[in-house]
């Protein structure tokens, strides 16, 4: 045994399935070791597409995805999808090859300190200096990454101890780790808040997507009856309920969302992470804020709850209705609030008008999407739009990043969505401007022999910089470019397009490219004027209303 079968045995032993990476020269004992194993090497075009598959995988499944390269420039092209895990709290687990560490025969050649970049990007960076200690190193680096607050860990396998002789130990096996339950007073202190609320709101955050919550968690919101928002990124953590569901908090004030969120008195937030853009801004006048996550808040400018519940959350939940049942009278205060919100969201989501609006394109991806389906957002304007108008039915149905807010990570995300689930429908929603930094990738999807649609949104701009612009008053400009042949352009990646041509074009052309199969692009020009009649001039005259 060598120590590239050690490794190779110890993430079978972790259950591992698939890695996803560019090997370099470095590796090859570990290609070697994975031709003889059950865990299948799928390779990408770029080891960042890698990265965000191996956080993706992490996000849905609560398990650590895996990601290798090899040193120095491969190495470094794992920092954003590195970023993106740690903001996003991703398990993950990144395996870099390194130069012989006993011996330089090829002096420092393309050698960089890639643990050292590591570090500030990941919850632990090592190299592995012997292999003897690859099954303890392994096992580390999956407790680390999995266990709260989840997110990337970096192992350093130099091509020399990959090589070598390795002891024939035995990998350690996983054990589960149930995290401790919120403590009585600190549950009694919580429910006494929650009963004394004369308008209470619960708020989603981030850490509400954890795979493993969504059961409990929408049962509590079931048993309590208090109405909810949600971050972006906890868009779709609860399961059903959308009679309580009262919008998405994807600006930080002023949005029909912080009507409700305006007159709580009480905001009870569920796994709120700061790494999100603020879903709304505490101040000295309220509202009181009780925090319940699997860790402590982190006291920011802007969020200072004045009450914790802190445990595992699932459990403290069930624990904390126990205490509420039929003590919350005022639970469905501002449910009424609810119509009128949502009335203003879906506001010209049917018009007919061509290049469609977000709003349109919202509505017609969520017609073609059934309640299970997964859209996966890259980055740009029209995230602000799916926040906001796109309804989710079943936990962890839309995914987007507003912790890093890369872009270039909607069609790897998308792709690992599709590996996981193969019977449901998948789709990527990217700009013109973030598809092409991955579109590469669309030779990895069709490689795989995916079902998946890749919707880009044309408008020949970075759009969400060039509204920027616009907002704080410089002038239109460097913000364009031009485009490929969308259509061609997949095609030549042996995957099928489509183009949208009129209004009502959009459906129909989603709708035939799942029935088609296989890996189908649709292209449609958006009509980005919406940006400012609604985002700008008619928020700006719903907070002049609030504040008055
Ligand atoms: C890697 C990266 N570079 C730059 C940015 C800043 N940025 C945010 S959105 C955006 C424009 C996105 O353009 P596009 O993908 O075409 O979407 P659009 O806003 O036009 O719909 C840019 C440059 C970013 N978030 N990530
Ligand atoms: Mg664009």
Not at 180 to 206: K, V
Not at 216 to 245: C, H, W
Request: aromatic share 6%.
């Amino acid at each position: 045994m060598n120590g590239a079968e050690l490794i190779v045995s110890a993430l079978e032993n972790e259950g591992v399935r698939q890695i996803f990476g560019v090997p370099g020269e470095e590796n090859l004992d570990v290609v070697e070791a994975l031709r003889r194993s059950k865990i299948q090497l799928v390779l990408t075009r770029h080891e960042q597409a890698a990265a965000f598959m191996a956080a993706t995988h992490g996000r849905l499944t609560g398990k650590p995805g895996v990601c290798i390269t090899t040193l120095g420039p491969g190495a470094l092209n794992l920092t954003t999808g590195a970023a993106y895990a740690l903001l996003g709290a991703m398990p993950m687990v990144m395996i870099t090859g390194q130069k012989g560490i006993l011996s330089r025969k090829q002096a420092s050649f393309q050698v960089v300190d890639i643990v050292s970049a590591m570090t500030p990007l990941t919850k632990m960076a090592d190299q592995i200096v012997s292999a003897a200690t690859i099954p303890t190193m392994v096992r580390e680096a999956f407790r680390v990454a999995q266990l709260e607050r989840p997110g990337p860990v970096h192992l350093e396998l130099p091509e020399d101890i990959a090589h070598a002789a390795a002891p024939n130990m035995a990998p350690i096996p996983p054990h589960p780790i149930d995290l401790p339950i919120a403590s009585i007073a600190a549950l009694d202190r919580a429910a006494q808040l929650m009963i004394d609320s004369e308008r209470p709101l619960i708020m989603l955050g981030a850490a509400a997507s954890r795979p493993r919550l969504s059961d409990a968690l929408s049962e509590f919101v079931r048993r309590v009856q208090i109405p909810f928002f949600n971050t972006q990124m906890g868009k779709g953590a609860v399961t059903g309920n959308s009679d309580l569901y009262i919008g998405t908090a994807a600006l930080s004030e002023r949005d029909y969302v912080h009507r409700a969120i305006d007159r709580a008195d009480l905001i009870i937030t569920i796994g709120h992470d700061t790494v999100e853009k603020p879903p709304f801004l505490m101040g000295v006048n309220g509202p009181t804020v009780l925090h319940v996550g699997y860790l402590p808040a982190t006291v920011e400018e802007v969020f200072f709850p004045q009450a914790e519940l802190i445990g595992d959350v699932g459990p403290s939940l069930t624990l904390l209705a126990d205490r509420l049942e039929d003590k919350l009278p005022k639970a469905k205060a501002l449910l009424p609030l609810r119509e009128e919100v949502l009335a203003h969201i879906a506001d010209r989501a049917e018009e007919s008008h061509f290049p469609p609006t977000p709003q349109r394109i919202v509505h017609d991806v969520r017609q073609v999407m059934p309640e299970d389906g997964i859209v996966c957002l890259d980055n740009g304007m029209y995230k602000i739009w799916f926040a906001r108008n796109y309804r989710t039915h079943v936990a962890n149905t839309l995914l987007l990043d507003n912790a890093l807010a890369t872009m270039g990570a909607g069609l790897p995300s998308a792709i690992m969505a599709a590996c996981l689930n193969p019977d449901r429908r998948v789709l990527a929603v990217c700009g013109d401007g973030g598809f092409m930094m991955n579109s590469q990738e669309l030779e990895t999807a069709v490689r795989l022999k995916l079902n998946l649609v890749v919707l880009v949104l044309v408008d020949h701009a970075y759009g969400m910089i060039r509204w920027k612009q616009a907002v704080d008053g410089f002038p239109d400009y460097g913000m364009t470019f031009g485009d490929p042949d969308f259509v061609a352009y997949a095609k030549a990646y042996g995957a099928k397009g489509s183009r949208v041509e009129s209004a009502d074009g959009l459906a129909p052309a989603l709708e035939a490219a799942f029935m088609s199969g296989g890996v189908h692009l649709v292209s449609t020009p958006i009509d980005y004027s919406e940006n400012e009649r609604v985002l700008v001039d008619e928020l700006r005259a719903q907070g002049a209303i609030g504040a008055g």
